[in-house]
């Protein structure tokens, strides 16, 4: 089947850290090595999927005791591919603009436009403490993330871009080569306040943790009501740990069994940890803010968006959390490799015959 324009996009979350995607001892097939990764993402493109997603942490927390950069490895999945879009996770602080907007636009003609970049505004305080680098106040760090932001477009679309921020100078400067069209994506992670007001003025994608289709459609409106008064178009990508299998039975009980082997020392860090997050915003909320002990056992509240179940729920979930506004679905899965071909076989092909008959629906409706 073919896509379209409006057809839902399909992201998996890029395994470079080790210890999977959930905290669990539950076997896990999944590989956090360069080998295991370029199967991985040439599989994922054949199987359909639009974008893979790096991930950036600098140091063990909860989990992944071992951690390959995002941009480096995201080059190294660019190169071994030939459709697929690859998003390198890059943290204001530790980077700069100036290092990032470099380093995204020679990645940008080397792999011919297909390097997006997702900024990260932070959560683990451990890690910026381990590495030497000043810890912001929640609203601050999107404050630096915004500008962030604004200077890596200045850089890669200005000559003599010149820029006065509180966190950030440039004065006449002039990036060559600029990246080629099409310009790397931004994406932004985070859903408290101060990441939807970013997301409603500069940022390309938001990207949120798991939820119901109620719960995201309230941060869709929220959102693009803002980017419209701003002139600014936005889309959301939203989180969700899949597990399809050919019962509802046997993928309730992967589930079952997740959770019944969590690490309960790990998540409880975690949770500990997170309350930097969206508790710690000024309202309070925002990601991990209501997570409970199940949630957590998937990093991002993947379990809440609920793609547990046949290929048909899964679909037919998918196309809910369409209606309430998500362009994207990020994924992660517990084996990988197998999981990913399994998704494209027989999930991706009953998305796209669903959104083929709400088009002839509409079309017959005119
Ligand atoms: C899809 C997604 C991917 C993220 N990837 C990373 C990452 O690689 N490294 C990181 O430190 N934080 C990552 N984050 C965390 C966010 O950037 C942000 O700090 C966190 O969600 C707190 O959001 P809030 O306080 O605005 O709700 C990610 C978040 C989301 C939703």
């Known amino acids: 089947m073919s896509s379209t324009q409006d057809d839902i996009k399909f992201a998996y979350w890029v395994p470079n850290v080790s210890g999977g995607l959930v905290i669990s001892n539950i076997e896990q097939r999944t590989g956090w090595?360069?080998?295991?990764?370029?199967?991985?993402a040439q599989i994922a493109e054949k199987a359909g999927f639009d974008y893979a997603l790096s991930q950036i942490r600098f140091t063990a927390g909860y989990g992944a005791d071992n951690q390959h950069e995002s941009v480096s490895f995201s080059h190294a999945l660019l190169a071994a591919t030939e459709t697929l879009k690859v998003i390198a996770a890059i943290l204001p602080g530790p980077w700069n603009p100036a290092l990032a907007a470099k380093q995204i636009a020679t990645i940008n003609h080397l792999s011919n436009g297909r390097v997006a970049v997702n900024v990260v505004s932070g959560w683990f305080s451990g890690e910026f403490k381990a590495i030497g680098e000043p810890w912001l106040d929640h609203d601050e760090r999107y404050r630096r993330s915004e500008e962030f932001i604004r200077a890596l477009r200045g850089i890669w679309t200005e000559d003599s871009f010149t820029f006065a921020g509180d966190f950030?100078?440039?004065?006449?400067?002039?990036?060559?080569?600029?990246?080629?069209?099409?310009?790397?994506?931004?994406?932004?992670?985070?859903?408290?306040?101060?990441?939807?007001?970013?997301?409603?003025?500069?940022?390309?994608?938001y990207f949120t943790n798991g939820n119901t289709p109620e719960e995201i459609a309230k941060q869709v409106n929220d959102i693009k009501a803002k980017a419209k008064t701003n002139n600014h178009a936005v889309r959301i990508?939203?989180?969700?740990?899949?597990?399809a299998r050919e019962t509802e039975e046997e993928a309730r009980a992967v589930l079952d069994e997740i959770i019944a082997k969590a690490n309960p020392d790990a998540v409880h860090g975690f949770a500990h940890e997170?309350?930097?997050?969206?508790?710690?915003?000024?309202?309070?909320?925002?990601?991990?803010?209501?997570?409970?002990?199940?949630?957590?056992?998937q990093y991002n509240d993947g379990f809440r968006s609920n793609l547990?179940?046949?290929?048909?729920?899964?679909?037919?979930?998918?196309?809910?959390?369409?209606?309430?506004?998500?362009?994207?679905?990020?994924?992660?899965?517990?084996?990988?490799?197998?999981?990913?071909?399994?998704?494209?076989?027989?999930?991706?092909?009953?998305?796209?015959?669903?959104?083929a008959e709400r088009r002839n629906a509409l079309v017959a409706a005119e």
Do not use: C
């Open 308 to 355: 547990i179940g046949t290929p048909h729920q899964i679909a037919e979930r998918i196309l809910k959390l369409k209606d309430a506004g998500a362009s994207l679905i990020l994924l992660g899965f517990l084996h990988f490799q197998e999981e990913v071909e399994y998704f494209g076989k027989h999930v991706i092909p009953l998305v796209r015959e669903l959104e």
């Open 237 to 243: 990508g939203v989180n969700a740990f899949a597990i």
């Open 274 to 297: 997170v309350k930097n997050a969206g508790k710690a915003s000024p309202e309070g909320e925002g990601n991990w803010a209501k997570s409970s002990f199940e949630d957590l056992v």
């Open 33 to 40: 090595d360069i080998d295991y990764n370029r199967k991985l």
């Open 168 to 205: 950030y100078r440039f004065r006449n400067y002039s990036l060559k080569p600029k990246p080629i069209d099409p310009q790397p994506e931004i994406f932004q992670g985070g859903s408290s306040r101060a990441a939807r007001d970013m997301a409603a003025r500069v940022s390309d994608w």
